[in-house]
Structures are given as structure tokens and as C-alpha cells.
């Protein structure tokens, strides 16, 4: 089994700043893309970033040059920097991952940016 454990959430000003981890454990063979989505209350899970095995990102247009993905393989973690974050940015966001060539999905972490 493949488990996503993701940390660094939590409350923060407009126009703060915060850092996501999510660490892949377990029976890795193959790691593919690495992403977060977001979830706010009464709307639907939204992708936010997205990044390949090769380093290659992909980004919501609503985060873009603020919101920074990165990922380091040899810990089978993904990254995500939010800067100038806005009371719309609050979600629970999800770490997901095509580990072992299935969809893998963490637990969930709130963010919450007070105006």
C-alpha cells in the first residue's frame, strides 16, 4: 500500500504565506505525477498544481505566480509554496499522487486565510 501523509497547513493573513508537504510511504515502484487539489466548502475538488517525475508543472490559473510546486524524488515528496494567499484560497487541499499506476489521495489539509 502506498500512503500520502501531507502537513504544513493552517491559518494565515492575506497575503501570508505558507508551505505544503505530502511524503509517499510504502511499496513505491513508480511515482508519475505528484499534485494538490483543493476543495472548498459547497464546490468541487479543483486542481491547483501539478508536477511530472521529469520536473515538468502544470498550475490553476487562479494561483499562478503565486503558488510554486516543486518535488524532491529521492524522498517521494511533493511540494507547495503559497504566497500572497487570499481568503479565496481556502480549501482543504489534497496531496495526490499516480504511485504505482493508481490514483493516490492524502488525507487532507485545511488552509484557512482571514481577511
Known amino acids: 500500500q502506498v500512503q500520502l501523509v501531507e502537513s504544513g497547513g493552517g491559518l494565515v493573513q492575506a497575503g501570508g504565506s505558507l508551505k505544503l508537504s505530502c511524503a509517499a510511504s510504502?511499496?513505491?515502484?513508480?511515482?508519475?505525477?505528484m499534485g494538490w487539489f483543493r476543495q472548498a466548502p459547497g464546490k468541487q475538488r479543483e486542481l491547483v498544481a501539478a508536477?511530472?517525475?521529469?520536473?515538468?508543472?502544470n498550475y490553476a490559473d487562479s494561483v499562478k505566480g503565486r503558488f510554486t510546486i516543486s518535488r524532491d524524488n529521492a524522498k517521494n515528496t511533493v511540494y507547495l509554496l503559497m504566497n500572497s494567499l487570499q481568503p479565496e484560497d481556502t480549501a482543504v487541499y489534497y496531496c495526490h499522487a499516480d504511485a504505482n499506476w493508481r490514483d493516490r489521495w492524502g488525507q487532507g489539509t485545511q488552509v484557512t486565510v482571514s481577511s
Open positions: 510504502g511499496s513505491i515502484f513508480s511515482i508519475r505525477s
Open positions: 508536477i511530472s517525475s521529469s520536473g515538468s508543472t
